[in-house]
């Protein structure tokens, strides 16, 4: 069973930016979507960004458009989300997950603990 743990986080001023890792454990990283949530205080998690098995594939939010990047690195069996202009709105625990692909969200499982963001205005 994989497993998924995240770091990164922190408390950074609105305009700032932050990157998140995830590293996971086992051998089939490659084989794999990944893809980064969020959940903030009193909502539902909600899907940020997902990558393709070899990176060829980004998906986004809207709300995350243009300021947050998605990339992967199989060697090191990692996926990284840069957050660049942070928004006190994105402040939230982010949590790393993987899924089959891109196209399927609603597939994507296998959470680390998170990591906790917290942007000040």
């Known amino acids: 069973q994989v497993q998924l743990v995240e770091s990164g986080g922190g408390l950074v001023q609105a305009g700032g930016s932050l990157r998140l890792s995830c590293v996971a454990s086992?051998?089939?990283?490659?084989?794999?979507?990944m893809g980064w949530f969020r959940q903030a205080p009193g909502k539902e998690r909600e899907f940020v960004a997902a990558?393709?098995?070899?990176?060829?594939?980004?998906s986004y939010a809207d709300s995350v458009k243009g300021r947050f990047t998605i990339s992967r690195d199989n060697a090191k069996n990692t996926v990284y989300l840069q957050m660049n202009n942070l928004k006190p709105e994105d402040t939230a625990v982010y949590y790393c997950?993987?899924?089959?692909?891109?196209?399927?969200?609603?597939?994507?499982?296998?959470w680390g603990q998170g990591t906790q963001v917290t942007v000040s205005s």
């Open positions: 990558i393709s098995w070899n990176g060829g594939i980004k």
């Open positions: 086992g051998r089939a990283f490659s084989n794999y979507a």
């Open positions: 997950a993987r899924g089959r692909t891109v196209a399927i969200i609603a597939d994507f499982g296998s």
